[in-house]
């Protein structure tokens, strides 16, 4: 066999995994049709679960120092053009004064922005650091399962020499445009709604900017030509690099080709001011698309799909390479058990069961967030005539006039949910999944009187995100989240005072090789002082309880006290949930 793992992708999804699987002794090849990485920066905003995926792989100190700040990311705004009439603006991504001790409570990560294009390089670097091996410019041509083994066609693009790489296992993180699905006859549910069309460009327009800083900013200009009826000016480096997405007027797949002078007239148009020096980087169309795969994974399951290749959508919240980041980490930790014989394959099935429904329910958010701004569009008028007519209606002192405003107002609080959703960003999970195991006598919690798209489920429930809360060693230590003191591929287990004997189950099943489970005291004269008694509020257990950790600071199990023979109980546990 040439691989134990083949990975076909090297974007976000792709190198995340290698570097998680890396992390855990499990070398991988990783395979690129393109020369690099992205040459575009493509997807920025990173959420605080991405971030908290990053953190664990020992890479949130570096992409911090080059990332943008939340303060560079403050507004998102709706202008005529960036130097004229404003029409409204949100905080967005947490630096809204009401919510910014949601965000704080919610992770020991901020939110940032972060160019794709820094990104990568990042990600690949340290996993080659840690023993993965990449092949750019090599271009999957097909596949074949046959006799326990995945078969691979590969192409060299530099020779256009074919060859066959075989291997225990394949993941397909080959983007939206995915030949491993296509390969696999997985069907696509959905459909492609329209296309876009984005201008990377240099330009200082700070001047334009500097009263109201933020990452997004739309420009809702009447005069625009049908192929750009709507722009952005989307941040990457503040304030002199951009991302142009221009969109038509009307949902269509036309694809567009504007000429060099047509998009420099437009952009002009855009900013209101001929005399800022563009510098045009590059031009790429894009697609706007509602779908979701079948499934994730091959009837076999040795071949596994993960991000865009399953789930495609609009750029609306930031979700993409955020959720991209987190399937990474969702599926590296079962692929590395399964083949260091810790877990049987079976473990591999939950990829669908617990990673589907967010990935289906991420394109249903982003698409309705698309619509939200597309209602606001129309609400003030995409051509001169309706322009004219709704913005004297906002400016009328009439019945008329008052209306209008409150449906402008309404139309800008609805896009509202794009940059202050904390809760979909955070609120991943994966109850009823076999690689969680419930007690008889536990509970659900209730969440039916929460705004789950805005506000964080907390909870340790099986299935549930770790809440994050602060620990510290003693009052001359610094604090520390507890999710620091949990993944790095292992199982950790969460007691209290009185819950030695769970600290010695996990250090006996520790000792016996193989999965390896984590283990500490939390509360008076433990091992962590619960410091702001946010612990006592989530963990659901009693003090000689216990809160079971997967790798990817997810719930598995709890108990809300000591048992009569804990190794026994834990031991039982973790072969429920690792199928062995």
């Known amino acids: 066999m040439d691989q134990v793992l083949v990975i076909v992708g090297a974007g976000p999804s792709g190198a995340t995994t290698a570097l998680l699987l890396a992390k855990m002794g499990v070398k991988s090849l990783v395979l690129s049709r393109h020369s690099n990485t992205a040459n575009t920066p493509r997807a920025h905003i990173f959420n605080q679960r991405a971030m908290e995926v990053l953190r664990d792989a020992?890479?949130?100190q570096e992409?911090?120092?080059?990332?943008?700040?939340?303060?560079?990311?403050?507004?998102?705004?709706?202008?005529n053009t960036l130097a004229g009439e404003e029409y409204g603006r949100l905080w967005a991504w947490g630096n809204k004064p009401a919510q910014k001790g949601d965000y704080e409570s919610a992770s020991p990560c901020v939110m940032s922005d972060l160019p794709?294009?820094?990104?990568?390089?990042?990600?690949?670097?340290?996993?080659?650091?840690?023993?993965?091996?990449?092949?750019?410019?090599?271009?999957f041509v097909r596949l074949q399962e046959q006799d326990g083994v995945v078969e691979t066609t590969l192409r060299d693009r530099t020779t256009s020499k074919e060859y066959t790489v075989v291997s225990q296992y394949l993941i397909g993180a080959d983007g939206a445009r995915?030949?491993?699905?296509?390969?696999?006859?997985?069907?696509?549910?959905?459909?492609?709604?329209?296309?876009?069309?984005?201008?990377?460009?240099?330009?200082?327009?700070?001047?334009?900017?500097?009263?109201?800083p933020g990452s997004l900013n739309w420009i809702l200009n009447p005069d625009a030509p049908d192929w750009s009826a709507v722009g952005n000016f989307r941040m990457v480096r503040p304030w002199n690099e951009w991302v142009v997405s221009m969109h038509p007027a009307t949902k269509s797949m036309a694809t567009m080709k504007p000429t060099e002078e047509a998009i420099r007239s437009r952009l002009y148009e855009m900013i209101g001011d001929e005399n800022v020096d563009i510098e045009i980087l590059s031009t790429f169309s894009w697609t706007i698309n509602d779908q979701v795969a079948e499934r994730w994974q091959s009837e076999s399951g040795q071949?596994?799909?993960?991000?865009?290749?399953?789930?495609?959508?609009?750029?609306?919240?930031?979700?993409g390479s955020n959720t991209c980041i987190s399937d990474a980490f969702n599926l590296a930790w079962k692929v590395a058990y399964v083949i260091k014989g810790?877990?049987?394959?079976?473990?591999?099935?939950?990829?669908?069961?617990?990673?589907?429904?967010?990935g289906d329910g991420v394109v249903r958010r982003a698409n309705n967030g698309m619509e939200a701004h597309r209602h606001l569009w129309a609400q003030i008028g995409l051509d001169p005539e309706s322009r004219k007519l709704a913005t004297a209606q906002l400016a009328s002192d009439s019945?008329?006039?008052?209306?209008?405003?409150?449906?402008?107002?309404?139309?800008?609080?609805a896009t509202e949910d794009e940059v202050q959703a904390l809760g979909i960003q955070m609120n991943q999970v994966y109850v009823g999944s076999s690689a969680t195991v419930v007690e008889p006598n536990d509970e659900a919690p209730d969440f039916s009187q929460l705004n789950t798209l805005r506000r964080v489920m907390y909870s340790t429930y099986p299935g549930y995100h770790l809440p994050h809360v602060w620990l510290a060693g003693n009052g001359q230590s610094p604090r520390k989240s507890i999710l620091d003191l949990c993944g790095q591929g292992q199982f950790t287990l969460i007691t209290?005072?009185?819950?030695?004997?769970?600290?010695?189950?996990?250090?006996?099943?520790?000792?016996?090789?193989?999965?390896?489970?984590?283990?500490?005291?939390?509360?008076?004269?433990?091992?962590?002082?619960?410091?702001y008694r946010d612990w006592f509020r989530h963990r659901g257990v009693g003090e000689k309880g216990v809160v079971l950790v997967r790798p990817d600071h997810f719930v598995a199990w709890r108990c809300k006290d000591m048992v009569e023979d804990p190794t026994s109980r834990l031991t039982t546990v973790l072969k429920r949930i690792l199928g062995s």
């Open 496 to 531: 209290g005072v009185g819950g030695d004997a769970w600290v010695d189950a996990a250090k006996f099943i520790s000792k016996q090789g193989g999965v390896q489970v984590g283990a500490f005291k939390v509360g008076f004269r433990c091992d962590y002082m619960d410091c």
């Open 58 to 60: 020992g890479l949130e």
């Open 116 to 139: 794709q294009s820094l990104l990568e390089p990042a990600l690949v670097a340290e996993a080659k650091r840690q023993g993965a091996e990449f092949r750019f410019y090599t271009e």
């Open 178 to 212: 995915s030949p491993v699905i296509e390969a696999l006859k997985i069907p696509i549910i959905g459909r492609q709604l329209n296309n876009a069309f984005n201008v990377h460009i240099r330009a200082d327009l700070s001047r334009y900017v500097e009263n109201r």
């Open 399 to 413: 019945e008329d006039g008052a209306r209008k405003r409150e449906e402008f107002r309404e139309a800008i609080e």
């Open 342 to 358: 810790w877990a049987s394959p079976s473990l591999l099935d939950t990829l669908t069961t617990e990673r589907k429904p967010v």
């Open 303 to 319: 071949i596994l799909c993960i991000g865009d290749a399953v789930h495609r959508h609009p750029p609306i919240n930031g979700l």
């Open 63 to 79: 992409l911090t120092s080059i990332a943008s700040p939340a303060h560079d990311m403050q507004h998102t705004s709706w202008s």
